[in-house]
């Protein structure tokens, strides 16, 4: 069983955008300036990343409690409040999708 690759964003000082990029740089074992055409798709292709980062901003002194999953460049990625990315492998167990109910 494998943990999640997490890329977490204290006191907002990477935006939530970001923080997917440098987690799917970490999974894919790049360096995080790799991570766009040709290679890989634009993060605004799956999801709109100044919007994702507005709702996650925690300077307007209102905390979200939002959770947002989202697939970019074949891993299933989860943002919850504080900025926090996990990047799984759709086929993991550990997925989000790919838990198995008993």
């Known amino acids: 069983m ?6 977490s964003t204290p006191d ?4 939530p955008s ?3 990029i440098e987690a799917v740089a ?3 074992g790049v360096d995080v300036t790799e991570i766009e055409p040709p290679a890989y798709d634009p993060l605004f292709t799956v999801v709109n990343p100044e919007a994702l980062d507005e ?3 925690t300077t307007t002194g209102t905390a979200s ?3 947002v999953e989202l697939e970019y460049e074949g891993y299933e990625i989860v943002v919850r409040s504080h900025g926090d990315v996990d990047v799984f492998d ?3 167990p550990d997925s989000p999708n ?4 008993e």
Not at 2 to 7: F, L, M, N, V
Not at 12 to 15: D, K, R
């Open 12 to 15: 907002g000082e990477v935006p």
């Open 26 to 28: 970490e999974r894919e």
């Open 65 to 67: 409690n939002a959770v």
């Open 55 to 57: 709702l996650f901003d």
């Open 2 to 7: 494998s943990a999640p690759d997490e890329t």
């Open 98 to 101: 790919g838990r198995i109910e």
């Open 90 to 92: 759709p086929s993991s």
């Open 18 to 20: 970001q923080a997917i």
